[in-house]
């Protein structure tokens, strides 16, 4: 849940302000050639005389026009390319990716400062493997964790192909230590060590059901599907018959995942030839859009629509899963006061 309801209308509307050195409830005071409202503190001890309404978000200084900050964040998290706007806003693509990357750290110390997950288990975690390219034909990949039941977007650690990265991602799960009743993974052998590790409670392992994709089965009419630590097939494909995940051992939900990330940032292999010039660049890309997916975007499956499929009640998977009441808008994330 929200950590606390702030008051976007203070923050967007400027009705109210408060001095952001004393506290004072501050005066309005004119506005600027570009719009933006100033404001007097009426403290006279107070080292603040007047400031204006962006002071304390990450707007304050920025030459760029509101409603194109918002619009070129929400294009680049859809799939629109950096390249192409230029010519559509008018800024220089320094000039965008310097604004993208400050929104997407706003993103990250939102979620960390203003929302309470601590009452989030998921039941059901699906896990794979994303890859990036980087200029210089240098390949990395990003671990993905996944809610298949909620579409929740859990966590990710982007980094090389081995045991050491991953166990950072499943650093970042051990919180459900215990509590996860099932966990859908590939045949990577890595996966095996790190749940042993990082999920188990007492010497119980979590369900584990695994598809080997590079074993296709006649009998099966299928890959090869089998369980971790003991556990049968038949044992696991009844859990996640009892979780709504369908009739067999799949991590079919988490590759749709893998492919509309791939839809929607240019970054992603087997898209396009676009790449990023630093490996940071396309990590803050994938975090940005772990966001935007969790809290901003709706999800056609989890919303309420219309008998021609379009969302009438729109439902985020941070909603389904009770971490906010509505869906957040980029604008009010925006207008958030940064965060020390």
């Not at 087997?270 to 940071?280: G, I, K, T, V």
Request: positive net charge.
């Amino acid at each position: 849940m929200l950590k606390q309801i702030y008051r976007k209308e203070s923050l967007c509307n400027h009705q109210e302000m408060i001095c952001w050195l004393c506290g004072h409830k501050a005066h309005h005071h004119g506005t600027q050639p570009n719009g933006v409202p100033r404001w007097r503190c009426p403290n006279n001890k107070c080292d603040v005389n007047t400031f204006n309404s962006r002071y304390g978000t990450i707007r304050y200084r920025m030459r760029i026009n509101d409603r194109d900050l918002y619009e070129m964040v929400y294009l680049f998290f859809t799939g629109y390319p950096i390249s192409e706007m230029v010519n559509l806003k008018g800024y220089s693509e320094s000039t965008i990716r310097s604004n993208l990357s400050k929104c997407v750290s706003h993103f990250e110390k939102f979620e960390e400062y203003q929302i309470y997950d601590e009452g989030y288990i998921p039941k059901v975690i699906e896990i794979d493997e994303i890859y990036l390219r980087i200029q210089g034909h240098r390949e990395f990949f990003g671990w993905i964790a996944y809610d298949p039941k909620n579409k929740f977007f859990i966590a990710l650690c982007v980094g090389k192909r081995d045991e050491e990265t991953l166990e950072k991602l499943f650093k970042r799960l051990s919180k459900y230590r215990g509590k996860v009743k099932l966990v859908l993974v590939d045949g990577c052998k890595l996966f095996e060590g790190a749940i042993k590790k990082f999920l188990s409670r007492n010497g119980h392992m979590p369900m584990t059901g695994v598809i080997n994709k590079s074993k296709y089965k006649k009998k099966l009419n299928g890959f090869l599907t089998y369980g971790y630590f003991g556990k049968s097939r038949d044992e696991i494909e009844g859990l996640v018959k009892k979780h709504g995940l369908g009739n067999k051992i799949s991590t079919a939900l988490i590759e749709s995942l893998n492919q509309k990330i791939r839809d929607s940032l240019a970054y992603m292999r087997r898209r396009s030839a676009r790449m990023p010039r630093l490996l940071e660049w396309g990590e803050k890309a994938l975090k940005g859009l772990r966001f935007f997916r969790n809290y901003i975007k709706p999800h056609l499956t989890l919303s309420f629509k219309s008998s021609k499929n379009w969302i009438q009640w729109p439902i985020t998977p941070a909603m389904e899963i009770g971490l906010t009441e509505k869906p957040l808008t980029i604008e009010e994330i925006l207008c958030h006061p940064t965060f020390n």
